[in-house]
């Protein structure tokens, strides 16, 4: 059974040379998301870094999302590589210790529907906005994000 759930897109930070957009998703409107990211930035610079052992050419552009699911918090780093791809890793926190993370996305777990939907934004945005256009507009992709129940 599908129960929507909120996802809100929480706007752009720096890290490093990255641009990151930030979502997070709740079953709740209350997710407390601050010690998360404040945890997950402490992280991010060695997430980003990570490798997918096919192409790794990217345009210092991620988007995070911090989802608060049943089982614990999923955090999720996307980048998008060769032009086209997305490059993702999860890795879990407890509800109980937010601020521990362990990765679970190498054994082939991959999103779930509430993520998909944000990834499913994320590729439109790109398509309209990077891919297909004669001239590029990254910061018009940069620029938008999604909020909703799905």
Same mark, same amino acid.
């Given at each position: 059974?599908?129960?929507?759930? =909120? &996802?809100?897109? +929480? %706007?752009?930070?720096?890290?490093?040379?990255?641009?990151? !957009?930030?979502?997070?998703?709740?079953?709740? #409107?209350?997710?407390?998301?601050?010690?998360?990211?404040?945890?997950?930035?402490?992280?991010?610079?060695?997430?980003?870094?990570?490798?997918?052992?096919?192409?790794?050419?990217?345009?210092?552009?991620?988007? =995070? &999302?911090?989802? +608060? %699911?049943?089982?614990?918090?999923?955090?999720?780093?996307? !980048?998008?590589?060769?032009?086209?791809?997305? #490059?993702?890793?999860?890795?879990?926190?407890?509800?109980?210790?937010?601020?521990?993370?362990?990765?679970?996305?190498?054994?082939g777990l991959n999103l779930c529907i509430w993520e998909l939907?944000?990834?499913?934004?994320?590729?439109?945005?790109?398509?309209?906005?990077?891919?297909?256009?004669?001239?590029?507009?990254?910061?018009?992709?940069?620029?938008?994000?999604?909020?909703?129940?799905?």
């Amino acid at each position: 059974m599908h129960i929507p759930r =909120l &996802i809100r897109y +929480q %706007g752009n930070f720096s890290c490093g040379d990255f641009t990151v !957009k930030l979502y997070t998703i709740s079953k709740k #409107d209350d997710f407390d998301f601050k010690a998360s990211l404040d945890a997950v930035k402490s992280h991010l610079p060695a997430w980003l870094s990570l490798e997918n052992g096919f192409n790794n050419e990217h345009d210092n552009q991620a988007f =995070l &999302i911090l989802h +608060q %699911g049943t089982e614990g918090i999923f955090n999720i780093i996307n !980048k998008w590589v060769g032009g086209n791809m997305l #490059d993702s890793h999860i890795f879990f926190s407890e509800h109980s210790s937010p601020t521990s993370f362990k990765e679970i996305s190498g054994k082939g777990l991959n999103l779930c529907i509430w993520e998909l939907e944000v990834v499913r934004f994320e590729r439109d945005a790109l398509i309209e906005h990077v891919l297909k256009p004669e001239k590029p507009d990254l910061g018009a992709y940069l620029g938008l994000g999604f909020t909703g129940w799905y």
